[in-house]
């Protein structure tokens, strides 16, 4: 049993619960909501979650095929439906109408989904046809109700002249005689008129249902008839002439036939619906689970909560935890919640949690207490996949100010009632949340109790966290065995909370530091500092340069971890250009020799020719010289070997001054044909130098300086093109295009795709949003133009599904 028995309104659950009832569709589904409580049973927790975590997928993937409105609760008709002789009036059948209408698509809905893919919403809808099969019903006996009811009734809600023959009989009849009596009262109205006993404005009108003209009271004589009315002010009679008797009559008797028509009509409707309220109710029942089941999905998408691993036993290892209240607050002001990183598990399971005040030591507790009840109260949590959710058969919480005043208990004596329970009824599966531990007393008393208390609790293997500022308590933890430190990380330099939480090690509460911040005089301060005694001022003090000295290196670390990728990239490039200039060569060599062969088959073939040639003309004189020639001119055009071209030769002009970065320089030789090349960078008595595409370094006496070539000006400035570690240190793994026109997409698209290749990247993503698909679909073409594109694929539904696509290299 949880402690204390508001527990979900200490940790804001009721909050939630009213947000996932707004979300139902259905009052069957707000029913649901409003039963929402804590589990304690591992099997029907798992189904509850997986039930949700199914419809977030039916959701994202078939959404807009489920009706969103009328949902009619027809449940408070069904037990007078019950009683023979019972019907229900037209109106009601309305509701009805457009009530079974939804109901049957719904269940169609969910009838075909695929069982395999979503076992347990199928299985919930299943169980339902089953019973209905078993009690020799089936869901589409609907079907016939609706069209019956289509039949009877118009759009809004009136019966239909063509419900039945004797209901159109009489509706004509009586239309008929209506006709006439309006033309025979018409001649009344005209006649009055004329005798000035009525005024212009006057027309026909009904009296006690029956039709009847106006006419000014002192005129009611002049014709026979009876009065069945007159106005308020008595100045107007409202007269049935003595021959429209008759005819009113008639109206009146039809009317009542078509009402006693209209009753049977109602009474068939009734009677054939009412072997299916069994069936109707087990349904409603089915509308309100998948309606209820449907809204904590909608809650579970907006607030991104996710179905991690489950455990059934305790344990906690989540990764990016959010308190789901506290950051819809947050996002209201445009900022963003820092998510907490929590593990307790059976060697360290209860986490002692230190640092100033105001840096997020509370919120801390409450996102476990929240999260762990909103997961046994069958909801998706807000975490980053791969956390892992355990499972704990009671939550104790001690959090906030109990003072009760009727019985006469303090702030600090109701601490330590709950102390009281917690330690007679914690047990190995308990979780327990404790805030500000052993306050409220004289605190050398308070933190000795609160040890004690907390050794025993240990003892009993719970599970917890606990926020303290004792130092004894610190101490307490990194010794006894199951529990352990954490810290709310704290900026030592801005003296500014990062509520960020860091396990391992605990954390200085920064009194003085603050207090410093503030403008406390420093007199007062350092006062103080002397009354604590050196050995707290040095423990504080270690812990803050500790925490500092943390903050510094894992700022280096962030540093080199960038710098390191940077390498990695560069080395990854640097091989890959190799194995292209090994492969470049041996197309090369291989070439060439293709080339050779070609050549020596020319050159055979040619000789062959010409001695054959010889022998025909029977190696007379002239001709075997012309022939001879003929095969000189083959061998100098076809085998001429072309010597390549001698390099060129640096005028040594000297120029006076020391070289520098920029310099042009020859490397000293005795023939005077020195390499040339551009002075990048000077390291003492050294040189790097930059000749053609290589950097070498160069001993300063081995280089001259000469005049800088046109050429190797403008082929330096083009190697100095691309700046990889520049373009590395600005290339981002997503490209959001949303918002662009086409003929910008094609140009950013193709730059970002041709920086990715160049710098290898595996994986990266374009944000290119839903829409209409126009934006998606110019993306997706434009990549099928790269060959080095492996695979374009969606991203998960649950992080933007077909907003973006996932590009992954070959």
Not at 630 to 649: C, D
Not at 686 to 700: F, Q, W
Request: net charge neutral; hydrophobic share 40%.
């Amino acid at each position: 049993m949880n402690y204390p028995e508001n527990i979900a309104e200490k940790l804001g659950f009721h909050q939630i619960k009213e947000h996932i009832q707004a979300a139902c569709l259905s009052p069957m589904g707000s029913e649901y909501a409003a039963k929402m409580k804590f589990s304690t049973r591992f099997p029907v927790v798992k189904q509850w979650v997986e039930q949700v975590n199914e419809m977030k997928q039916i959701m994202a993937e078939h959404g807009g095929e489920w009706p969103q409105q009328d949902y009619f609760d027809l449940r408070p008709w069904f037990a007078p439906l019950t009683l023979d002789g019972h019907y229900l009036a037209p109106e009601e059948w309305r509701d009805w109408h457009r009530g079974l209408d939804i109901l049957y698509q719904v269940i169609r809905f969910f009838a075909s989904i695929d069982g395999e893919k979503y076992p347990e919403i199928a299985k919930i809808t299943q169980n339902y046809l089953n019973k209905e099969e078993e009690q020799g019903s089936n869901f589409r006996q609907i079907i016939p109700i609706i069209q019956e009811l289509d039949r009877v009734f118009d759009i809004n809600g009136q019966i239909k002249e063509t419900a039945s023959a004797a209901l159109g009989d009489l509706r004509r009849k009586r239309f008929a005689e209506e006709q006439n009596l309006r033309k025979k009262l018409d001649s009344y109205i005209q006649q009055a008129y004329k005798e000035g006993w009525v005024s212009k404005d006057f027309s026909l009108t009904l009296r006690n249902g029956r039709m009847v003209i106006p006419l000014a009271a002192e005129h009611k004589r002049k014709i026979k008839g009876f009065v069945q009315d007159e106005s308020d002010t008595g100045k107007t009679v409202y007269l049935e002439p003595a021959d429209a008797l008759v005819l009113n009559n008639e109206i009146k008797s039809l009317e009542s036939a078509e009402r006693r028509e209209i009753i049977q009509i109602l009474s068939r409707l009734s009677d054939r619906v009412r072997p299916m309220v069994p069936m109707l109710s087990a349904w409603y029942q089915w509308i309100g689970i998948i309606d209820f089941v449907r809204a904590k999905a909608v809650w579970a998408i907006e607030h991104d909560a996710i179905l991690p691993h489950l455990k059934s036993s305790p344990w906690v290892d989540w990764t990016g935890a959010r308190h789901p209240i506290l950051e819809e607050s947050l996002a209201k002001i445009g900022k963003k919640i820092k998510a907490l990183d929590i593990t307790l598990d059976d060697q360290k399971r209860i986490m002692v949690v230190s640092g100033p005040n105001a840096g997020g030591k509370s919120v801390t507790l409450s996102t476990i207490g929240l999260l762990q009840y909103l997961f046994q109260a069958g909801c998706l949590v807000p975490l980053t996949e791969g956390s892992t959710m355990g499972f704990f058969d009671q939550i104790f919480l001690d959090m906030g100010d109990e003072q009760n005043l009727e019985n006469e208990l303090s702030t600090y004596s109701s601490h330590l009632s709950n102390m009281r329970y917690f330690l007679a009824h914690a047990q190995e599966k308990t979780l327990l949340l404790v805030d500000e531990f052993g306050t409220g007393t004289e605190p050398s008393l308070g933190g000795a109790i609160a040890e004690s208390i907390l050794e025993k609790l240990a003892d009993k293997g719970a599970y917890g966290a606990i926020n303290t500022h004792f130092g004894n308590l610190k101490s307490l933890a990194d010794r006894k065995q199951g529990l352990f430190n954490a810290a709310m990380r704290y900026d030592t330099t801005h003296l500014e909370p990062q509520f960020i939480l860091d396990m391992g090690k605990p954390g200085s509460s920064f009194a003085f530091e603050i207090a410093q911040k503030i403008g406390l005089p420093n007199q007062i301060i350092e006062n103080a500092r002397k009354k604590l005694g050196k050995s707290q001022v040095d423990f504080d003090k270690l812990l803050m340069e500790t925490e500092t000295e943390k903050q510094i290196w894992e700022a280096k670390n962030t540093s080199l971890a960038v710098q390191l990728a940077q390498a990695e990239s560069i080395k990854e490039q640097y091989a890959s250009l190799k194995n292209h200039l090994e492969e470049e060569q041996k197309r090369l060599l291989n070439q060439a020799k293709s080339e050779a062969k070609q050549l020596v088959k020319d050159a055979n073939q040619k000789i062959e020719q010409t001695i054959r040639e010889i022998k025909e003309q029977s190696a007379e004189k002239e001709v075997t010289k012309e022939i001879r020639k003929g095969l000189n001119e083959f061998s100098e055009k076809k085998l001429k070997v072309q010597a390549p071209a001698a390099p060129e030769k640096v005028q040594k002009a000297t120029i006076n001054g020391p070289i520098a970065v920029g310099s042009w320089v020859a490397i000293k030789q005795a023939d005077g044909e020195g390499a040339v090349g551009e002075v990048l960078e000077m390291k003492g008595k050294d040189a790097v130098v930059a000749l053609g595409g290589i950097r070498s370094t160069i001993k300063l006496n081995r280089l001259e300086q000469v005049k800088a070539p046109k050429a190797e000006k403008s082929t330096r400035a083009a190697m100095r093109g691309i700046d990889m570690n520049d373009r590395m240190a600005h290339f981002g793994l997503t490209l959001d295009v949303r918002g662009k026109r086409g003929e910008e997409v094609y140009v950013i698209l193709d730059q970002y795709m041709n920086d990715a290749l160049l710098l290898g990247v595996p994986e990266v993503r374009i944000l290119h949003g839903k829409g209409d698909g126009i934006l998606r679909n110019l993306v997706k073409e434009q990549l099928k133009r790269y060959r080095e594109v492996k695979l374009v694929q969606d991203e998960h539904a649950d992080r933007g599904g077909a907003g973006i696509s996932i590009v992954t290299f070959k």
